[in-house]
């Protein structure tokens, strides 16, 4: 998996086995920064009533795709690694995207030092 991060747009694309696994024609995600309200490297909560449609889950191994929960459409591709990214989204197909990446802290502070002067610029309020 490989994340770009531009002036105005984070761009994740994934390798053709983890499209493999998250069941997903898509290679890239293109999200705007507007559309991101935060990104964190806390643990994600996950719970048994999530609804996967379409995705892989191997406990303590894997969990990748499309899932719904009582907080909306969610996209994981999460390993059994602990270095987790979240980006909380709003007006996107995805209310939520979490992954495991080498270097999460550091991506976590670049996405929001991005959002910081994005809304400084434009005086978009912070959610």
């Given at each position: ?22 069941v ?23 719970n ?80």
């Open positions: 998996m490989q994340l770009n991060l531009t002036t105005n747009r984070l761009t994740i694309e994934l390798e053709w086995y983890e499209q493999l696994w998250a997903t024609l898509e290679r890239q995600m293109h999200i705007p920064l507007s559309r991101i309200d935060r990104a964190t490297t806390e643990e994600p909560q996950s048994w009533a999530e609804i996967r449609a379409p995705g892989t889950f191997l406990p303590g191994v894997i969990k990748a795709g499309t899932y719904y929960t009582k907080r909306g459409k969610e996209f994981w591709y999460v390993t059994s690694d602990r270095d987790y990214l979240t980006l909380e989204l709003h007006d996107e197909p995805y209310r939520r995207i979490v992954i495991t990446i080498p270097d999460n802290i550091v991506w976590a502070e670049r996405i929001d030092r991005s959002l910081t002067e994005l809304r400084s610029d434009r005086q978009i309020p912070i959610e």
